[in-house]
């Protein structure tokens, strides 16, 4: 069972449409949820770390929110540059030991001019 | 001043093969890792490592292996390549997320992208 879900695959927007990528979760004791972009060729560009559930963050046109299932990341009037593979990933609290991140597949955004 | 880099970027090899990548940080991070991309594009942890303790991913076969001279680098080491190597490779470094600090983003490096013939 995937512990990280994200919808939907792929979305075209057009410039200027908001709109909302989503990302579900499951996992026992949640230590962060990350967001990441990442532009073809290149490797995942840190976003946003959320930690509890009613945490929001905001960076330019982007808005990330948690609940305890489920992030959201908000894209607001976007731009063409907007356009890239946006990836969620979580870190579970474990025994111990330094714990990669869980991803998930991503969403290919593609923003027309 | 790159934060995490990798050579090489592009890596093109013939089957049975033993290669290395490289990978090095200047974050003064005190945890690295390395993840496979595969061709759908999905990202898998393989390793995690701090100067006390290396955690593998169960589904890593032993014909890889991390090998880390010092904490700013973390080499990936693979033996008697396979056709299903063939991917991209990402290492990243962090805080020690065991700490308690907020701050155990992960930065990736740029990839190396492995080609087994």
């Known amino acids: 069972e995937d512990q990280v879900t994200q919808s939907p695959e792929a979305l075209r927007l057009q410039e200027g449409e908001s709109s909302s990528l989503n990302c579900s979760y499951t996992v026992s004791g949640l230590r962060g949820l990350f967001w990441y972009r990442q532009d073809p060729g290149k490797g995942p560009e840190f976003l946003f770390t959320?930690?509890?559930a009613g945490e929001e963050k905001e960076k330019e046109r982007l808005k990330a929110t948690l609940t305890k299932k489920e992030s959201f990341l908000h894209i607001t009037a976007p731009k063409p540059e907007d356009s890239a593979t946006y990836l969620c990933a979580v870190q579970e609290y474990r025994g111990g030991g330094a714990d990669g991140l869980t991803f998930g597949k991503g969403t290919h955004l593609i923003i027309q001019p | 001043d790159t934060a995490v880099s990798q050579t090489p970027k592009y890596l093109v090899t013939q089957m049975g093969n033993d290669k290395s990548i490289k990978c090095e940080q200047n974050?003064?991070?005190?945890?690295m890792y390395w993840y496979k991309q595969d061709s759908k594009k999905f990202l898998k942890i393989m390793f995690s490592?701090?100067?006390?303790?290396?955690?593998i991913n169960e589904t890593v076969p032993n014909r890889f292996s991390p090998k880390s001279p010092d904490k700013a680098h973390l080499n990936l080491h693979i033996n008697s390549l396979e056709l299903g190597d063939s991917a991209v490779y990402f290492c990243?470094?962090?805080?020690?997320?065991?700490?308690?600090?907020?701050?155990?983003?992960?930065?990736f490096g740029p990839g190396t992208r492995l080609t087994v013939l």
């Open positions: 974050l003064g991070h005190d945890t």
């Open positions: 959320l930690y509890s």
């Open positions: 490592y701090n100067n006390k303790e290396l955690i």
């Open positions: 990243a470094s962090s805080q020690d997320p065991r700490v308690g600090s907020r701050l155990n983003e992960q930065f």
